[in-house]
């Protein structure tokens, strides 16, 4: 659930950095400058008098400086008690730092409820980044007893106060109805746009896939302007719906050159079913010269990333010898791994790999498992494999009522094996269809 991501999100960011908030003294101003201009150095010489003094803003920064080693040693016990320093004084930005610390368990213990006790007094002290860290907190039930409505209130607090993960979520919760929010696409899309003007990629992205009335698809005309701006701002999903449309020309001229460009981007980013996308194209010159090694290539990027389907079509390349090394054991392995995912037809070719001993050690009783794994996802050679497994016996109690269960399947289908199938029954029950 995107809500609770988003809260792991808030709890793996690095600590908030300073900003000028109005400094209270013309030391402070000038190690403010001193920062931003990287000259650690001065920043740290400027603010520790004023926060040995007790001047909170200026332990507040301290505690920045030790958290990320700027100008000293990183010390995140050092960041921790100069964050304490400062929030005990109502400090909201040293609240929310202090929470991030305690759900890291960076230079202290790690505690949920600590942190989500000082999220809150960041909350209240009106810091948006602490509203919008205790909302999550109250919708996950991380560290304090879940409040969907409170959760709510406090992420429509930060996103009032314009922040935009917060109108993010928002919007999402609208969309999908979760957090005991009506579902209601236009305030959904009213959140999106609120955090897409700031640049959220994942909103802009949104906003191409939604309207008032029902869910888009990126087929739709109305969708292309804000998928395409989600794209160039370098949103993986957004440059992979953008490939999708140009290479099946979706509401622009088809044009495979730009399709694979968008690809491209989007894999590069990590993106593995644009890398799987690629591996296709290539494997079977999809208005391109074929190529086996580049599909190898992209599809072992995507299966890296546990993309079943790639995973499957390299162990088909492995065993092969298409684009890479004829290796078996390779071969079985990417199978494997694919049906280790529900892949019936690797599950199938798993089954024949055990059967064989090609690649892995032999071994009938794995062969029959994978073989009826796959049955049951509707592969029909796998159906007649694992019959004749149960048939005979091999790798698996002889069970003839349920080699005949699929005997029978196969015998009303059309697939190859039906008339091997209908002989195998008249063997079994004598009776000829």
């Given at each position: 659930?995107?809500?609770?991501?988003?809260a792991?999100?808030?709890?793996?960011?690095?600590?908030a950095?300073?900003?000028?908030?109005?400094a209270?003294s013309?030391?402070?101003?000038?190690?403010?400058?001193?920062?931003?201009?990287?000259?650690?150095?001065?920043?740290?010489?400027?603010?520790?008098?004023?926060?040995?003094?007790g001047n909170?803003?200026?332990?507040?920064?301290?505690?920045?400086?030790?958290?990320?080693?700027?100008?000293?040693?990183?010390?995140?016990?050092?960041?921790?008690?100069?964050?304490?320093k400062?929030?005990?004084?109502?400090?909201?930005?040293?609240q929310?730092?202090?929470?991030?610390?305690?759900?890291?368990?960076?230079g202290?213990?790690?505690?949920?409820?600590?942190?989500a006790?000082w999220?809150?007094r960041?909350?209240?002290?009106?810091?948006?980044?602490g509203?919008?860290?205790y909302?999550?907190?109250l919708?996950g039930?991380?560290?304090?007893?879940?409040?969907?409505?409170?959760?709510?209130?406090w992420?429509?607090?930060?996103?009032?106060?314009?922040?935009?993960?917060?109108?993010?979520?928002?919007?999402?919760a609208y969309q999908?109805?979760?957090?005991?929010?009506?579902?209601?696409l236009?305030?959904?899309?009213?959140?999106?746009?609120l955090?897409?003007?700031q640049g959220?990629?994942?909103?802009?992205?949104?906003?191409?896939?939604?309207?008032?009335?029902?869910?888009r698809?990126?087929?739709?005309?109305?969708?292309?302007?804000?998928?395409?701006?989600a794209?160039e701002l370098?949103?993986?999903?957004?440059?992979y719906?953008?490939?999708?449309?140009?290479?099946?020309?979706?509401?622009v001229?088809?044009?495979?050159?730009r399709?694979?460009?968008?690809y491209?981007?989007?894999?590069e980013?990590g993106?593995?079913e644009?890398a799987?996308?690629?591996?296709?194209?290539?494997?079977?010159?999809?208005?391109?010269?074929?190529s086996?090694?580049?599909?190898?290539?992209?599809?072992?990027?995507?299966?890296?990333?546990g993309?079943?389907?790639a995973?499957?079509?390299?162990?088909?390349?492995?065993?092969?010898?298409?684009?890479v090394?004829l290796?078996?054991?390779?071969?079985?392995?990417?199978?494997?791994?694919?049906?280790?995912?529900?892949?019936?037809?690797?599950?199938?070719?798993v089954?024949?790999?055990?059967?064989s001993?090609?690649?892995?050690?032999?071994?009938e009783?794995?062969?029959?498992?994978?073989?009826?794994?796959?049955?049951?996802?509707?592969?029909?050679?796998?159906?007649f494999?694992?019959a004749?497994?149960?048939?005979?016996g091999?790798?698996?109690?002889?069970d003839?009522?349920?080699?005949?269960k699929w005997?029978?399947?196969?015998?009303?289908?059309?697939?190859?094996?039906a008339e091997q199938?209908?002989?195998?029954?008249?063997?079994?029950?004598?009776v000829?269809?």
């Amino acid at each position: 659930m995107i809500l609770l991501s988003r809260a792991l999100l808030v709890a793996l960011c690095l600590l908030a950095m300073p900003a000028d908030a109005g400094a209270a003294s013309k030391p402070l101003a000038a190690g403010v400058a001193a920062y931003e201009a990287q000259d650690y150095a001065k920043a740290l010489r400027l603010w520790r008098p004023l926060a040995e003094k007790g001047n909170a803003e200026a332990q507040y920064y301290l505690g920045v400086l030790y958290a990320h080693g700027e100008g000293v040693a990183t010390d995140a016990v050092a960041a921790v008690a100069w964050y304490r320093k400062a929030a005990g004084k109502g400090h909201g930005r040293a609240q929310f730092n202090l929470g991030i610390a305690y759900r890291n368990g960076q230079g202290v213990e790690k505690r949920e409820t600590e942190a989500a006790a000082w999220f809150k007094r960041s909350a209240e002290s009106g810091y948006a980044e602490g509203q919008y860290a205790y909302g999550l907190s109250l919708l996950g039930g991380a560290g304090v007893e879940r409040d969907e409505k409170g959760g709510v209130k406090w992420l429509r607090m930060a996103a009032e106060a314009g922040h935009a993960p917060a109108q993010f979520v928002l919007g999402e919760a609208y969309q999908t109805g979760q957090a005991g929010l009506v579902k209601d696409l236009r305030q959904a899309i009213r959140w999106y746009r609120l955090a897409a003007k700031q640049g959220d990629l994942e909103s802009i992205y949104r906003l191409g896939v939604l309207n008032p009335a029902r869910q888009r698809h990126p087929d739709d005309p109305a969708a292309a302007r804000w998928i395409q701006e989600a794209a160039e701002l370098g949103y993986a999903q957004a440059q992979y719906d953008l490939g999708f449309m140009y290479a099946n020309g979706r509401n622009v001229a088809k044009d495979m050159s730009r399709a694979l460009d968008w690809y491209r981007k989007a894999a590069e980013q990590g993106h593995a079913e644009a890398a799987y996308a690629l591996g296709y194209v290539f494997e079977n010159g999809v208005e391109v010269d074929k190529s086996y090694p580049d599909a190898a290539a992209w599809y072992e990027r995507a299966a890296a990333q546990g993309h079943a389907a790639a995973q499957a079509q390299l162990g088909l390349f492995y065993s092969g010898g298409l684009g890479v090394p004829l290796d078996m054991a390779k071969a079985a392995g990417w199978y494997e791994k694919a049906a280790e995912q529900g892949h019936s037809f690797a599950q199938y070719r798993v089954g024949g790999f055990y059967l064989s001993g090609q690649g892995v050690a032999r071994d009938e009783a794995k062969a029959a498992a994978w073989y009826c794994k796959a049955a049951e996802g509707g592969e029909h050679a796998a159906q007649f494999a694992c019959a004749e497994m149960l048939r005979n016996g091999r790798g698996v109690a002889r069970d003839i009522e349920a080699a005949l269960k699929w005997y029978r399947l196969l015998a009303k289908s059309t697939a190859p094996q039906a008339e091997q199938a209908k002989k195998a029954m008249a063997a079994l029950t004598g009776v000829s269809n």
